[in-house]
Protein backbone atom coordinates (compact mmCIF):
# COMPACT_ATOMS: atom_id res chain seq x y z
CA UNK A 1 0.00 0.00 0.00
CA UNK A 2 1.40 3.30 -1.48
CA UNK A 3 -1.22 5.26 1.75
CA UNK A 4 -1.88 8.79 1.38
CA UNK A 5 -0.21 10.39 -1.76
CA UNK A 6 0.02 14.22 -2.58
CA UNK A 7 1.28 15.81 -5.60
CA UNK A 8 3.09 18.36 -6.00
CA UNK A 9 5.49 18.39 -3.15
CA UNK A 10 6.39 22.07 -3.69
CA UNK A 11 4.74 24.57 -5.48
CA UNK A 12 4.81 28.42 -6.32
CA UNK A 13 1.93 30.43 -7.72
CA UNK A 14 1.01 34.18 -7.90
CA UNK A 15 -1.35 35.81 -6.64
CA UNK A 16 -4.60 35.15 -8.78
CA UNK A 17 -3.25 31.59 -10.10
CA UNK A 18 -5.58 28.66 -9.49
CA UNK A 19 -4.41 25.40 -9.07
CA UNK A 20 -5.01 21.55 -7.56
CA UNK A 21 -3.24 19.89 -5.04
CA UNK A 22 -4.05 16.05 -5.58
CA UNK A 23 -4.35 13.37 -2.73
CA UNK A 24 -5.19 9.78 -3.23
CA UNK A 25 -5.09 7.12 -1.07
CA UNK A 26 -5.21 3.01 -1.28
CA UNK A 27 -7.01 2.30 1.86
CA UNK A 28 -10.53 2.00 1.02
CA UNK A 29 -11.13 4.57 3.77
CA UNK A 30 -14.50 6.80 3.88
CA UNK A 31 -13.17 9.65 5.06
CA UNK A 32 -10.68 11.97 3.99
CA UNK A 33 -9.62 15.73 4.95
CA UNK A 34 -7.68 18.56 4.25
CA UNK A 35 -5.55 20.40 6.62
CA UNK A 36 -3.14 23.64 6.44
CA UNK A 37 -0.70 24.12 8.88
CA UNK A 38 0.81 26.93 9.70
CA UNK A 39 3.63 28.04 12.09
CA UNK A 40 2.15 28.24 15.32
CA UNK A 41 -1.47 27.61 14.30
CA UNK A 42 -1.00 23.83 14.60
CA UNK A 43 -3.49 21.88 12.01
CA UNK A 44 -6.70 23.25 10.65
CA UNK A 45 -9.30 21.81 8.92
CA UNK A 46 -9.97 23.43 5.35
CA UNK A 47 -12.24 20.63 4.05
CA UNK A 48 -13.27 16.63 4.67
CA UNK A 49 -15.28 14.24 3.03
CA UNK A 50 -17.15 11.61 4.42
CA UNK A 51 -17.40 9.04 1.12
CA UNK A 52 -17.56 9.95 -2.43
CA UNK A 53 -20.01 12.71 -3.32
CA UNK A 54 -20.27 13.90 0.12
CA UNK A 55 -18.30 17.07 1.14
CA UNK A 56 -18.47 19.65 4.00
CA UNK A 57 -16.20 22.56 5.13
CA UNK A 58 -14.08 22.75 7.80
CA UNK A 59 -12.92 25.48 10.18
CA UNK A 60 -10.97 27.31 7.30
CA UNK A 61 -12.83 26.72 3.89
CA UNK A 62 -12.53 30.38 1.93
CA UNK A 63 -10.68 30.44 -1.20
CA UNK A 64 -11.09 26.45 -1.31
CA UNK A 65 -12.96 24.18 -3.55
CA UNK A 66 -13.30 20.01 -3.18
CA UNK A 67 -14.88 17.32 -4.86
CA UNK A 68 -15.37 13.46 -4.20
CA UNK A 69 -16.28 12.13 -7.23
CA UNK A 70 -14.61 8.65 -6.08
CA UNK A 71 -13.24 6.57 -3.06
CA UNK A 72 -9.55 6.52 -3.81
CA UNK A 73 -9.08 10.49 -4.76
CA UNK A 74 -9.78 14.21 -3.13
CA UNK A 75 -8.45 16.77 -4.74
CA UNK A 76 -8.12 20.44 -3.36
CA UNK A 77 -8.62 23.46 -5.85
CA UNK A 78 -7.60 27.02 -4.85
CA UNK A 79 -9.92 29.15 -6.74
CA UNK A 80 -7.62 32.29 -7.21
CA UNK A 81 -4.34 31.93 -5.14
CA UNK A 82 -3.53 34.83 -2.58
CA UNK A 83 -0.50 35.30 -0.02
CA UNK A 84 -2.49 34.30 2.82
CA UNK A 85 -2.61 30.80 1.33
CA UNK A 86 0.49 30.51 1.58
CA UNK A 87 1.05 27.16 3.87
CA UNK A 88 2.03 23.68 3.86
CA UNK A 89 -0.96 21.38 2.92
CA UNK A 90 -1.60 17.77 4.04
CA UNK A 91 -4.20 15.75 2.91
CA UNK A 92 -5.32 12.49 5.37
CA UNK A 93 -7.73 9.48 5.81
CA UNK A 94 -9.01 6.65 7.98
CA UNK A 95 -12.29 4.96 8.27
CA UNK A 96 -15.11 6.40 10.33
CA UNK A 97 -15.71 5.42 13.73
CA UNK A 98 -14.14 3.48 16.37
CA UNK A 99 -10.39 4.45 17.20
CA UNK A 100 -9.26 4.66 13.63
CA UNK A 101 -5.72 5.51 12.87
CA UNK A 102 -6.04 8.82 10.39
CA UNK A 103 -3.07 8.93 7.65
CA UNK A 104 -1.61 11.86 6.48
CA UNK A 105 0.21 12.26 3.38
CA UNK A 106 3.71 13.94 3.07
CA UNK A 107 2.16 17.44 2.49
CA UNK A 108 2.40 20.06 -0.57
CA UNK A 109 4.01 23.02 0.63
CA UNK A 110 2.88 26.33 -1.49
CA UNK A 111 4.34 29.43 -1.52
CA UNK A 112 2.10 32.01 -3.17
CA UNK A 113 3.60 35.19 -4.34
CA UNK B 1 -16.74 26.00 19.73
CA UNK B 2 -14.65 23.37 19.72
CA UNK B 3 -11.19 23.52 21.14
CA UNK B 4 -7.95 22.02 22.34
CA UNK B 5 -5.27 23.92 24.51
CA UNK B 6 -1.75 22.94 23.70
CA UNK B 7 1.33 23.61 26.34
CA UNK B 8 3.85 24.63 26.31
CA UNK B 9 4.88 25.52 22.76
CA UNK B 10 8.21 24.89 22.55
CA UNK B 11 10.02 21.84 25.44
CA UNK B 12 13.71 21.38 25.94
CA UNK B 13 14.86 18.28 27.62
CA UNK B 14 17.91 16.41 29.01
CA UNK B 15 18.32 12.88 27.14
CA UNK B 16 16.75 11.03 29.95
CA UNK B 17 14.55 13.21 31.23
CA UNK B 18 11.03 13.06 31.29
CA UNK B 19 8.92 14.86 28.86
CA UNK B 20 5.36 16.43 29.74
CA UNK B 21 2.80 17.95 27.94
CA UNK B 22 -0.46 18.62 28.47
CA UNK B 23 -4.09 19.40 26.70
CA UNK B 24 -6.86 20.78 27.82
CA UNK B 25 -10.52 20.83 25.68
CA UNK B 26 -13.95 22.21 26.78
CA UNK B 27 -16.58 20.06 24.76
CA UNK B 28 -17.42 17.52 26.44
CA UNK B 29 -18.60 15.22 23.37
CA UNK B 30 -15.40 14.78 22.41
CA UNK B 31 -14.95 10.81 22.41
CA UNK B 32 -11.33 9.85 21.44
CA UNK B 33 -8.17 11.99 22.54
CA UNK B 34 -4.86 11.04 20.12
CA UNK B 35 -1.22 12.53 20.33
CA UNK B 36 0.23 12.89 16.65
CA UNK B 37 4.31 13.29 16.04
CA UNK B 38 5.18 14.97 13.58
CA UNK B 39 9.62 14.99 12.03
CA UNK B 40 10.35 17.65 9.78
CA UNK B 41 9.06 17.80 6.15
CA UNK B 42 6.77 14.66 7.02
CA UNK B 43 3.29 14.25 7.69
CA UNK B 44 2.24 13.83 11.46
CA UNK B 45 1.45 10.47 12.58
CA UNK B 46 -0.19 8.43 14.85
CA UNK B 47 1.71 8.27 18.33
CA UNK B 48 -0.63 6.68 20.87
CA UNK B 49 -4.59 7.20 21.66
CA UNK B 50 -6.79 6.94 24.53
CA UNK B 51 -10.98 7.27 25.68
CA UNK B 52 -12.02 8.87 27.83
CA UNK B 53 -13.57 5.70 30.15
CA UNK B 54 -9.51 5.07 30.94
CA UNK B 55 -7.29 7.26 32.87
CA UNK B 56 -3.73 6.24 31.38
CA UNK B 57 -2.39 3.92 28.74
CA UNK B 58 1.05 3.51 28.32
CA UNK B 59 3.05 2.02 24.94
CA UNK B 60 6.71 1.59 25.54
CA UNK B 61 8.23 5.09 27.24
CA UNK B 62 5.33 6.82 25.47
CA UNK B 63 2.29 7.03 28.45
CA UNK B 64 -1.16 9.58 27.87
CA UNK B 65 -2.81 10.75 31.51
CA UNK B 66 -6.30 11.10 31.13
CA UNK B 67 -8.30 13.79 33.96
CA UNK B 68 -12.12 13.66 32.90
CA UNK B 69 -13.30 16.02 35.27
CA UNK B 70 -11.00 18.79 34.08
CA UNK B 71 -11.26 18.19 31.13
CA UNK B 72 -7.30 17.48 30.68
CA UNK B 73 -5.05 15.29 29.22
CA UNK B 74 -1.16 14.90 28.86
CA UNK B 75 1.45 13.11 26.87
CA UNK B 76 4.65 11.82 29.55
CA UNK B 77 7.74 10.71 27.57
CA UNK B 78 9.84 8.78 29.59
CA UNK B 79 13.74 8.65 28.64
CA UNK B 80 13.54 11.36 26.29
CA UNK B 81 16.14 11.12 23.76
CA UNK B 82 17.13 13.03 20.84
CA UNK B 83 15.32 10.64 18.14
CA UNK B 84 12.12 12.10 20.12
CA UNK B 85 12.97 15.54 19.17
CA UNK B 86 9.88 16.51 16.82
CA UNK B 87 6.55 18.31 16.93
CA UNK B 88 3.80 16.81 18.67
CA UNK B 89 0.40 17.72 18.33
CA UNK B 90 -2.51 16.73 20.91
CA UNK B 91 -5.94 16.85 19.01
CA UNK B 92 -9.75 15.13 20.22
CA UNK B 93 -12.67 13.61 18.27
CA UNK B 94 -15.91 14.86 17.86
CA UNK B 95 -18.44 12.21 16.24
CA UNK B 96 -21.46 14.11 16.45
CA UNK B 97 -23.26 13.74 13.07
CA UNK B 98 -21.44 11.14 11.60
CA UNK B 99 -18.50 13.90 11.28
CA UNK B 100 -15.58 12.21 12.92
CA UNK B 101 -13.62 15.97 13.09
CA UNK B 102 -10.22 15.63 14.79
CA UNK B 103 -9.58 19.16 16.49
CA UNK B 104 -5.96 19.66 17.06
CA UNK B 105 -3.77 21.49 19.51
CA UNK B 106 -1.33 24.44 18.20
CA UNK B 107 1.87 21.46 18.51
CA UNK B 108 4.83 21.39 21.14
CA UNK B 109 8.27 21.55 19.61
CA UNK B 110 10.19 19.01 21.64
CA UNK B 111 13.88 19.56 21.73
CA UNK B 112 16.05 16.66 23.30
CA UNK B 113 19.61 17.66 24.17
CA UNK B 114 22.55 14.84 24.78
Known amino acids: NAGVTQTPKFQVLKTGQSMTLQCAQD?????MSWYRQDPGMGLRLIHYSVGAGITDQGEVPNGYNVSRSTTEDFPLRLLSAAPSQTSVYFC????????????FGPGTRLTVL | QQQVKQSPQSLIVQKGGISIINCAYE??????FPWYQQFPGKGPALLIAIRPDVSEKKEGRFTISFNKSAKQFSLHIMDSQPGDSATYFCAARYSGAGSYQLTFGKGTKLSVIP
Open chain 1, 27 to 31: MNHEY
Open chain 2, 27 to 32: NTAFDY
Open chain 1, 92 to 103: ASRTTGGTDTQY
